[in-house]
């Protein structure tokens, strides 16, 4: 919107042909165009920038929807673990009295063991049924259980013959790492979300600080001027503190394992689809920015008071 700037105050009397803009009642001397164009340049800039200002906002949401589906994959794979603990895995006796020898070598053939499918279904009930399953991962059963437990895993419990003692203890210690990875990205989690709940707070007092200082300033007295840059320069004080902080934050950083292979950067993990890494960072650089144009825009109305 362009301010509105009273008559009185723009109006000129003197002759203005060729050096800026007449009306019936009067006109308007350059200068005084210059100066409202640059006001309205500066608006501008302000709320394009408060506009944009919606990161620290879409990172909740993320966090909060990245925390049900770690929760929930945790819950799953506790619940996988127990279905396993449920099955016997001794060794079958083979027909006819043969038995299973040392090393997996037959005494002779034996029919397919169904303790495999059982455990096959239970993965397929718990793991792989949660809500997100196909959003998130859309992998084949081999290919889930490959990146949980290791693809020696998915080949034995896939392609295997027999439910063995040892593939029994190998599933349970795997899911109860798995539901433990998730776990830890839980409590990262609470964590992220405490700084931007946090950080919202800051910044939406500075927001309403910009939302105040926009519009003209022709009608202000050089002490609420003066008020104005007081509050502004709290206001970049405060911004230059958030944005130390939460770059110390980076360089100190955590990573998280939610799956086999090693840790991420908890950020890269997190907001790896976004326009942003850091979105506490991203957000309080552009409000900086806004900070500093409100100040310019006060110290010049300032300037003219003296």
């Not at 609420?224 to 100190?252: F, K, P, S, Y």
Request: glycine residues 6%; charged residues 25%.
């Amino acid at each position: 919107m362009i301010p509105w700037f009273p008559v009185g105050t723009l109006v000129s009397t003197e002759p203005a042909v060729n050096h800026g803009w007449c009306t019936p009642v009067g006109c308007v001397s350059e200068a005084v165009l210059a100066q409202a164009f640059l006001a309205v340049g500066v608006l501008a800039l302000v709320c394009f920038a408060l506009a944009a200002l919606s990161f620290v906002p879409e990172a909740r949401a993320v966090v909060r929807e990245e925390h049900s589906r770690a929760a929930a994959e945790r819950d799953a794979f506790e619940r996988f673990r127990r279905r396993v603990e449920s099955v016997d895995a001794t060794p079958t006796s083979l027909p006819d009295g043969g038995q299973l020898l040392g090393g997996g070598t037959l005494t002779r053939s034996r029919p397919p063991d169904d303790r495999l499918d059982t455990v096959r279904d239970a993965y397929r009930e718990t793991v792989m049924a949660v809500d997100h399953y196909e959003a998130e991962y859309d992998e084949s059963l081999p290919t889930n259980l490959g990146a949980e437990f290791g693809d020696g895993v998915a080949d034995a419990l896939e392609g295997g013959q027999t439910f063995s003692p040892a593939l029994r203890q190998t599933l349970l210690e795997g899911a109860t790492e798995a539901s433990e990875r998730r776990a830890r990205l839980c409590r990262a989690l609470d964590s992220e979300s405490v700084t931007l709940r946090e950080a919202a707070s800051t910044l939406r007092e500075v927001e309403d600080l910009l939302d105040e200082t926009e519009g003209p300033t022709l009608s202000e007295s050089y002490e609420t001027l003066r008020r104005r840059w007081d509050r502004l320069d709290a206001a970049e004080t405060t911004l230059e503190r958030v944005v130390d902080e939460n770059q110390g934050d980076i360089h100190r950083g955590y990573g998280v394992a939610p799956r086999m292979g090693g840790p991420v950067a908890l950020h890269e993990y997190l907001y790896d689809s976004q326009p942003y890494t850091h979105p506490v960072l991203a957000e309080s650089t552009q409000l900086l920015d806004a900070v500093h144009a409100a100040q310019d825009r006060t110290a010049t109305a300032m300037s003219r008071r003296v």
